[in-house]
T-cell receptor, first 115, second 114 residues
């Protein structure tokens, strides 16, 4: 058990809809990362938050947004969903220090199916 | 930009035989490199990491990897495969900017035959 909790584990919805994925990082971790895993794109970095602030952005679509709340949990919002958004969405957390070794702790993912 | 290339999408071995999963990296700096494993329907788990200390890194479950700067490689090995090793393995490099985000290779699926 990594200590990172993601909900829901599975989600089925229709095209055009909006969903919210939630992540609770490990206790004490300030940094949250979101990744998307799909068959054709592999594991793609979406976005990172550190202590409530956006720190880095990757291949995140404009239809997607995220935030990190004062209690450090994070939410990834996916809107105007398309079939191609079907994927496994991972959240990971880490303690970001001056000499971060880069190890991330991953949740078990939220599997999104868009029909 | 940093990147990793996993040279095999699938590797199949017999139980009890050695495992070799190949990874080459591209980096302008001395990189931090990792191997992560993903079992079916599970999240990713860190196997081992290289952060410029010893070039031969030992990880969990008998896996190890050797950092070879001259070959820009970080291959993962295990002397004797076990059925439970069947999973997808990712070679990963850490971005050297302030984000420390991880850049994943495309993955190698390890099949272990009885």
């Amino acid at each position: 058990d990594s200590g990172v909790t993601q909900t829901p584990k599975h989600l089925i919805t229709a095209t055009g809809q909006r969903v919210t994925l939630r992540c609770s990082p490990r206790s004490g971790d300030l940094s949250v990362y979101w990744y998307q895993q799909s068959l054709d794109q592999g594991l793609q970095f979406l976005i990172q938050y550190y202590n409530g602030e956006e720190r880095a952005k990757g291949n995140i679509l404009e239809r997607f947004s995220a935030q990190q709340f004062p209690d450090l949990h994070s939410e990834l919002n996916l809107s105007s969903l398309e079939l191609g958004d079907s994927a496994l969405y991972f959240c990971a957390s880490s303690v970001r220090t001056g000499k971060n070794t880069g190890e991330l702790f991953f949740g078990e993912g939220s599997r999104l199916t868009v029909l | 930009a940093q990147s990793v290339t996993q040279l095999d999408s699938h590797v199949s071995v017999s139980e009890g035989t050695p495992v070799l999963l190949r990874c080459n990296y591209s980096s302008s700096y001395s990189p931090s490199l990792f191997w992560y494993v993903q079992h079916p329907n599970k999240g990713l788990q860190l196997l081992l990491k290289y952060t410029s200390a010893a070039t031969l890194v030992k990880g969990i479950n008998g896996f190890e990897a050797e950092f070879k700067k001259s070959e820009t490689s970080f291959h993962l090995t295990k002397p004797s495969a076990h059925m439970s090793d069947a999973a997808e393995y990712f070679c990963v490099v850490s971005e050297m900017d302030s984000s420390y985000k991880l850049i994943f290779g495309s993955g190698t699926r390890l099949l272990v035959r009885p």
